[in-house]
């Protein structure tokens, strides 16, 4: 089956980095997305990976292991504003999005 | 401008009545997507089209049906509402489906309460 596996909740000061893991098995791969969703609003899009490495774009990073079927999300310089879930969706063969449940980051002063 | 809305924000409703959610996406994208998101807060692919025509159809009772009039437009309609349709749901749109960078851009999703 499709599974994917991220830590319910995590909680970061300000100012600090936090390294948000997932894992998944899909039935074939074409990459993988994260996405940022504040409380009560849509998901939006913050990074795509397909190949092996690390992804830079800002204050955000993500990293691809598709052999370990491994993928991390890196948010440096941490904001208050940076409160949110974070949802890891790896493509599966028929180009859908897998969804997990997220990951729900809580920044404190 | 507002790339994909969704109308209404908010739908509360007795269990029986028929419902409609719209979507309309601005962004000249050729695939439309329905999502749920319950209270664990899973999102779960309900409905995909592309150009119009249907490509994703999970596992849904079919007491929800998709209507797609046009590529821009992707409407929600659901009959006999019961208490476990309570949940947000959340249109979204992409410029296509079989491409592999193909970001998805959401509604600000619907909340959907059925008493």
């Known amino acids: 089956g499709q599974n994917i596996d991220q830590p319910t909740e995590m909680t970061a000061t300000e100012g600090a980095i936090v390294q948000i893991n997932c894992t998944y098995q899909t039935s074939g791969f074409n990459g993988l997305f994260w996405y940022q969703q504040h409380a009560g609003e849509a998901p939006t899009f913050l990074s795509y990976?397909?190949l092996d490495g690390l992804e830079e774009k800002g204050r955000f990073s993500s990293f691809l292991s598709r052999s370990k079927g491994y993928s991390y999300l890196l948010l440096k310089e941490l904001q208050m504003k940076d409160s949110a879930s974070y949802l890891c969706?790896?493509?599966?063969?028929?180009?859908?999005?897998?969804w997990g449940a997220g990951t729900k980051l809580i920044i404190k002063p | 401008d507002t790339a994909v809305s969704q109308t209404p924000k908010y739908l509360v409703t007795q269990m029986g009545n028929d419902k409609s959610i719209k979507c309309e996406q601005n962004?000249?994208?050729?695939?439309m997507y329905w999502y749920k998101q319950d209270s664990k807060k899973f999102l779960k692919i309900m409905f995909s089209?592309?150009?119009?025509?249907?490509?994703i159809n999970e596992t849904v009772p079919n007491r929800f049906s998709p209507k797609s009039p046009d590529k821009a437009h992707l409407n929600l309609h659901i009959n006999s509402l019961e208490l476990g349709d309570s949940a947000v749901y959340f249109c979204?749109?992409?410029?296509?489906?079989?491409?592999?960078?193909?970001?998805?851009?959401f509604g600000p999703g619907t909340r959907l309460t059925v008493l």
């Open positions: 990976n397909v």
């Open positions: 979204a749109s992409s410029q296509d489906w079989s491409g592999v960078t193909d970001t998805q851009y």
């Open positions: 969706a790896p493509m599966d063969s028929n180009y859908q999005l897998i």
């Open positions: 962004l000249g994208h050729d695939t």
């Open positions: 089209y592309n150009n119009k025509e249907l490509i």
